[in-house]
């Protein structure tokens, strides 16, 4: 009998993962100056050893003033790089693909951790610390009503920021990295070009969606020169709110990114205005699977699912169907880091035969431990059922 398609290989260029499995960039909020630490080391080292096929990290500014909070990563300079790369090296050795995310937070930089609020910097964070800067967007339009007010960018300061995008690109492939994401969603910078709410431009890079698709396609153009690897992008594929991206739109974005090579469209939604995982939709298990689906298809380019994304059975029945060629796992997988070895597990029905998918150090253990569970029944594996 063949196996579950969600742990067959998938291959982008000449990048290939072990199976269909990506964890999702989730910010730590815990660096300091943009620089990664041993907690982000554990925190992604230990998904490479659940099993999974990439592992992406989270959002790392392209320059510092692109920072959400004065915890998040960064890649704007060498010094950032390094501890980048030793993460990116175990990721490797430990059979994952490594992948990195370039951000921009727009006129989103600049907040609260969101253990502090998740709201705009009050003078309880300055006091910790952490004190505001300027921020920048497309229009001089604040996030919410309280938060600071960006300043809109002028041509020279475009420039500068695609070469900034490049820069980080650079450095990533220098760390070992072996897929680059640019963040075009969650009400970052690059989603704020796209979106008429929060786009008012009146020269060529806003106005109808051409102009509004015009800098991220730069900057896309930009990194695609500077990459030599793979190319993802992060999209939300509706604003879902009165007036903003619709599915065709991000179809039509797809369609222009895949032209500028990129590799997949990573389908997200919502966040252009509240937390970045705000989306004024409903949510049920795998709520935002369609979009991927849709994007697939129009677009004729490899798409990624995310959004609550739970089960073994869901998984598999995405990428089975053809609606998405990976799936994200996200809190799923800070619930259980080992979600793609369970998953396996109870795919598959062979327990005794998949240990050997595990590191060593664990399913040597594990396999000899298995007839003992046989004859006992067994305890319920550690996953959620579907249902």
Known sequence: MPGPVLFTPVTFGDVSARNRVIISPMCQYSAEDGVANDWHLVHLGKFAQGGAGIVMTEAAAVVAEGRITHGDLGIWNDA?????????????????VPALQLAHAGRKASMQRPWYGNAALTADDIARGDRPWPIVAPSPIAMEEGWLMPHALDLGELAALRDSFAAAARRAQDAGFAIVEL??????????????????????????????MRFPLEVIESVRAAWTGPLFVRVSAVDGVEGGITIEDTVAFARAAKARGVDLIDCSSGGLMGSATAARLPRGYGFQVPFAATIRKEADIATMAVGLILHPQQAEDIVA????????????????PNWPLHAELALSGRREEVFGAWPKQYGWWLERREPGLRKLDGPALPFRPKG
């Open 321 to 336: 169907s053809g609606e998405a060629d990976i799936v994200a796992v996200g809190r799923e997988a800070l619930f259980d």
């Open 183 to 212: 963040h075009c969603a969650h009400g970052y910078l690059l989603h704020e070009f796209l979106s008429p709410l929060s786009n008012r431009r009146d020269d060529g890079y806003g106005g109808d969606r051409a102009g509004r």
């Open 80 to 96: 950032q790089a390094k501890p980048l790369a030793r993460i990116a090296a175990f990721l490797r050795a430990n059979g994952a």
